[in-house]
C-alpha cells in the first residue's frame, strides 16, 4: 500500500509542477516596482521584457510596496517589442494605478 502512496505521490507532483511551470510561461511582463532603479526594470517573468526608464520619474510608496510616479511631461517606461509580447489572444492585465487628487477632482 505505501509503494502505491509514495508512485500517487510522485505523479501528482509532478503534474503540479508542470501546471505551475505553463501558468507562469502565460506571464509575459511582470513589474513589481519593489527594487528602485534609474535605467532598467526588471520584468520579473520568465521572458525578462525589462524596461527601460527616461524622464526620472520618481520612486515611492505604492499599493503594495514600491511604486513609481509620473510627472505626465517625460517620465516613460519603454518595453522593447518582443514574441513574447506579440499577444494575439484575449489577455488579462493589471495594475494598481493612483491618478492623484489633481485629476479625480477633473472628473
Ligand atoms: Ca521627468
Redesign the pocket.
Known amino acids: 500500500m505505501k509503494p502505491l502512496l509514495l508512485i500517487l505521490l510522485t505523479v501528482s507532483l509532478t503534474i503540479l509542477s508542470v501546471l505551475i511551470e505553463a501558468q507562469e510561461d502565460s506571464l509575459v511582463l511582470y513589474f513589481s516596482f519593489d527594487e528602485e532603479v534609474e535605467e532598467e526594470i526588471k520584468d520579473l517573468s520568465v521572458h525578462r521584457n525589462h524596461g527601460k526608464v527616461s524622464?526620472?520619474?520618481k520612486w515611492g510608496k505604492g499599493k503594495l510596496g514600491q511604486s513609481l510616479a509620473f510627472?505626465a511631461?517625460?517620465?516613460q517606461v519603454v518595453v522593447p517589442t518582443t514574441e513574447s509580447l506579440a499577444i494575439e489572444v484575449a489577455i488579462t492585465m493589471m495594475a494598481w494605478v493612483n491618478p492623484g487628487k489633481e485629476l479625480l477632482n477633473d472628473w
Open positions: 524622464g526620472k520619474p510627472d511631461v517625460d517620465d
